[in-house]
């Protein structure tokens, strides 16, 4: 009943108090979780709007920068403790312990949802204000509001105030951006529960598996990718369409990747918001590519390692962005472009390259990763066996095989559902048809996936633990 009547209320009230309305609903859902947590999400809110106005109101350059340093130190300190310290304890225990924890220093931490954005969101509003790219909110509440946006506010896109800044102002309500809105959801909940969450159970069973074989093991990654793709896209699409739904226009985070032609173009493509905010929040403030060849490779590498860690707490994330970053700097190496590779092979060559990352990603440790190799190359046998076979059931295969066809047919499918067509008259009719009858179809996706919803266990999102 949340949506229902968080909407309600919404289009009930003058647009002056809407902003409260949202920041009341969201406060509402964060807390519903847990209550002490959202305490953390209002500190680091009034920190951020404090510090930003005493930064843009500051004449002093040198006065300006210490603030800007001090301000960063309060979110990025939470992110710290509540995301990486007992990350830093346990590794500290294989290095000086014999890999025993140091009782004394562990903490029973729960990794609160959403920190990883929120926190991104008040480094983003802080360090634009500091470059005089934007102004400080002059409203707390819109401010306020923006930050605890729930249709995004646990998993993202990575959102800017200054993006959002003029539509908290005035901003566009009709039925047809509603109607788009309702679209978009659907689309994404069928991305998550008919597809995510189908091929899940193939995932979770392979790579939970100690050996798995040369079938089992191709079959894990090619689900887990699949499970992946969907679970995460679909999230970003429900997200746009909550937003739609009050007027709001979300920045798009995912561009079809699974049809790049290699690494670069992946993550032009990949969690687009995230690839946007480490670009011009890590890659440029050390250097870019200004400063020589040699320097920005460093920055491609650094910058992946760390957009790894922020993924988790665990050295398979560390090691992912080891991967990724390394196939960046290979890639400028040998001046790769979209241009320079056949479209069906670099998208082969990429898409595999893309898995075996995932795998890293997937794993629980970097054990476990490594029986994972093992087995893709063979060295654990070829055949499925017994104790996979049965947990393999044929819905879960279909979903799969489907959500590979719609990774792919996406582009085209897309732009039948967006309109995203010339405004030729016949063109546009033809289109108005097709696209009114594909969005009945999906909105008819969408309440069979609340229908198995309701029948199913609850399924998390995958980046909620991020």
Same mark, same amino acid.
């Not at 903490?107 to 920190?115: Q, V």
């Not at 079959?219 to 793709?229: D, N």
């Not at 918001?273 to 403030?285: G, H, K, N, Q, T």
């Not at 609340?450 to 998390?460: H, I, T």
């Given at each position: 009943?949340?949506?229902?009547?968080?909407?309600?209320?919404?289009?009930?009230?003058?647009?002056?108090?809407?902003?409260?309305?949202?920041?009341?609903?969201?406060?509402?859902f964060?807390?519903?979780?847990?209550?002490?947590?959202?305490?953390?999400?209002?500190?680091?809110?009034?920190?951020?709007?404090?510090?930003?106005?005493?930064?843009?109101?500051?004449?002093?350059p040198?006065?300006?920068?210490?603030?800007?340093?001090?301000?960063?130190?309060?979110?990025l300190?939470?992110l710290?403790?509540?995301?990486?310290?007992?990350?830093?304890?346990?590794?500290?225990?294989?290095?000086?312990?014999?890999?025993?924890?140091?009782?004394?220093?562990?903490?029973?931490?729960?990794?609160?949802?959403?920190?990883?954005?929120?926190?991104?969101?008040?480094?983003?509003y802080?360090?634009?204000?500091?470059?005089?790219d934007?102004?400080?909110?002059?409203?707390?509440?819109?401010?306020?509001?923006?930050?605890?946006?729930?249709?995004?506010?646990?998993?993202?896109?990575v959102?800017?105030?200054?993006?959002?800044?003029?539509?908290?102002?005035?901003?566009?309500?009709?039925?047809?951006?509603?109607?788009?809105?309702?679209?978009?959801?659907?689309?994404?909940?069928?991305?998550k529960v008919?597809?995510a969450?189908?091929?899940?159970?193939?995932?979770?069973?392979i790579f939970?598996?100690?050996?798995?074989t040369f079938?089992?093991?191709?079959?894990?990654?090619?689900?887990?990718?699949?499970?992946?793709?969907?679970?995460?896209s679909?999230?970003?699409?429900?997200?746009?369409?909550?937003?739609?739904?009050?007027?709001?226009?979300?920045?798009?985070?995912?561009?079809?990747?699974?049809?790049?032609r290699?690494i670069?173009?992946?993550?032009?493509?990949?969690?687009?918001?995230?690839s946007?905010?480490?670009?011009?929040?890590l890659?440029?403030?050390?250097?870019?590519?200004?400063?020589?060849?040699?320097?920005?490779?460093?920055?491609?590498?650094?910058?992946?390692?760390?957009?790894?860690?922020?993924?988790?707490?665990?050295?398979?994330?560390?090691?992912?962005?080891?991967?990724?970053?390394?196939?960046?700097? $290979?890639?400028r190496? @040998? %001046?790769?472009?979209?241009?320079?590779?056949? /479209?069906? *092979?670099a998208?082969?060559? !990429? =898409?595999?390259?893309?898995?075996?990352?995932?795998?890293?990603?997937?794993?629980?440790?970097?054990?476990?990763?490594?029986?994972?190799?093992?087995?893709?190359?063979?060295?654990?046998?070829f055949?499925?066996?017994?104790?996979?076979?049965?947990?393999?059931?044929?819905?879960?295969? $279909?979903?799969?095989? @489907? %959500?590979?066809?719609?990774?792919?047919?996406? /582009?085209? *499918?897309?732009?039948?559902? !967006? =309109?995203?067509?010339?405004?030729?008259?016949?063109?546009?009719?033809r289109?108005?048809?097709?696209?009114?009858?594909?969005?009945?179809?999906?909105?008819?996706?969408?309440?069979?996936?609340?229908?198995?919803?309701?029948?199913?266990?609850?399924?998390?999102?995958?980046?909620?633990?991020?």
């Amino acid at each position: 009943m949340f949506l229902p009547l968080a909407l309600a209320t919404y289009y009930l009230v003058p647009f002056r108090f809407r902003s409260l309305v949202i920041l009341a609903f969201s406060y509402s859902f964060y807390a519903w979780w847990r209550l002490d947590y959202l305490m953390l999400l209002v500190l680091v809110t009034v920190w951020t709007y404090a510090f930003g106005k005493r930064i843009y109101e500051n004449p002093d350059p040198v006065r300006k920068r210490r603030l800007l340093i001090i301000s960063l130190m309060g979110p990025l300190a939470a992110l710290a403790y509540f995301k990486y310290f007992n990350f830093f304890v346990d590794s500290l225990s294989v290095f000086l312990n014999e890999g025993k924890n140091f009782s004394a220093l562990y903490a029973n931490i729960i990794l609160p949802i959403g920190i990883s954005f929120y926190v991104f969101q008040a480094v983003s509003y802080l360090v634009d204000i500091y470059r005089n790219d934007a102004a400080p909110s002059r409203n707390f509440v819109d401010f306020a509001a923006f930050k605890a946006l729930f249709p995004q506010l646990v998993a993202g896109p990575v959102l800017r105030y200054k993006d959002l800044a003029n539509q908290f102002i005035a901003r566009e309500h009709s039925f047809l951006l509603f109607s788009e809105g309702c679209v978009r959801f659907f689309t994404g909940l069928a991305k998550k529960v008919l597809i995510a969450d189908s091929v899940a159970p193939i995932a979770d069973a392979i790579f939970a598996k100690a050996d798995p074989t040369f079938v089992e093991a191709w079959l894990g990654a090619i689900a887990y990718s699949t499970q992946l793709y969907f679970d995460f896209s679909g999230y970003s699409s429900m997200a746009v369409g909550l937003g739609m739904m009050m007027g709001f226009r979300f920045i798009e985070n995912f561009q079809f990747p699974y049809i790049s032609r290699s690494i670069t173009e992946f993550w032009r493509r990949w969690h687009l918001s995230l690839s946007a905010w480490l670009r011009d929040y890590l890659y440029i403030p050390l250097g870019g590519s200004r400063k020589g060849p040699r320097r920005t490779y460093v920055n491609l590498f650094v910058t992946m390692v760390l957009g790894g860690l922020w993924h988790g707490a665990n050295w398979t994330f560390v090691l992912w962005g080891i991967w990724h970053g390394g196939l960046l700097v $290979v890639e400028r190496l @040998l %001046g790769v472009t979209q241009t320079t590779r056949r /479209p069906p *092979v670099a998208m082969f060559t !990429t =898409l595999i390259l893309v898995m075996l990352g995932w795998v890293m990603f997937r794993a629980t440790d970097v054990s476990a990763a490594i029986d994972m190799y093992r087995g893709l190359v063979g060295l654990n046998g070829f055949e499925m066996q017994a104790d996979i076979a049965w947990q393999v059931k044929n819905f879960a295969l $279909v979903c799969l095989a @489907l %959500g590979i066809v719609a990774a792919f047919t996406e /582009p085209y *499918v897309g732009n039948i559902l !967006t =309109l995203n067509v010339p405004r030729d008259r016949g063109v546009f009719q033809r289109t108005m048809r097709y696209g009114s009858v594909a969005s009945v179809i999906v909105c008819t996706l969408g309440l069979v996936s609340m229908l198995k919803l309701s029948a199913d266990n609850d399924s998390p999102f995958l980046y909620f633990q991020f």
